[in-house]
């Protein structure tokens, strides 16, 4: 059984930065794009940042480009999203998810293209 745990949210300030985790069990990391999405309270999930299999491609949703960056891990079956220059809207639960095709061509930047997806971590930017 495939799980993803994610770790690293927090309380964080204005300006501040943090990293999050997230751990994959229960299948080939390596042969899989991973994902990571958003959800603010009253608002529907939304794509943050993907990576592909290979970790050699990346692409980010246009309100965190500059800000966030998506890396992996394939040794240790972890991806990571390093956030930074946190703004009040950035806070939300984080998920990070698991592409339901193999070395798939094409970045995964779609919702309907993860059928694996963590618990989610909480982000809350509040001075």
């Known amino acids: 059984q495939v799980q993803l745990v994610e770790s690293g949210g927090g309380l964080v300030q204005p300006g501040g930065s943090l990293r999050l985790s997230c751990a994959a069990s229960?299948?080939?990391?390596?042969?899989?794009?991973m994902g990571w999405f958003r959800q603010a309270p009253g608002k529907e999930r939304e794509f943050v940042a993907a990576?592909?299999?290979?970790?050699?491609?990346?692409a980010y949703a246009d309100s965190v480009k500059g800000r966030f960056t998506v890396s992996r891990d394939n040794a240790n079956n972890t991806v990571y999203l390093q956030i930074d220059s946190l703004k009040p809207e950035d806070t939300g639960a984080y998920y990070c998810?698991?592409?339901?095709?193999?070395?798939?061509?094409?970045?995964?930047?779609?919702?309907?293209?993860?059928?694996?997806w963590g618990q989610g971590t909480q982000v809350t930017v509040s001075s």
């Open positions: 998810a698991g592409d339901g095709v193999s070395f798939r061509a094409a970045l995964a930047v779609d919702f309907e293209n993860y059928i694996f």
């Open positions: 990576i592909n299999w290979s970790g050699g491609r990346t």
């Open positions: 229960g299948r080939s990391f390596s042969k899989y794009g």
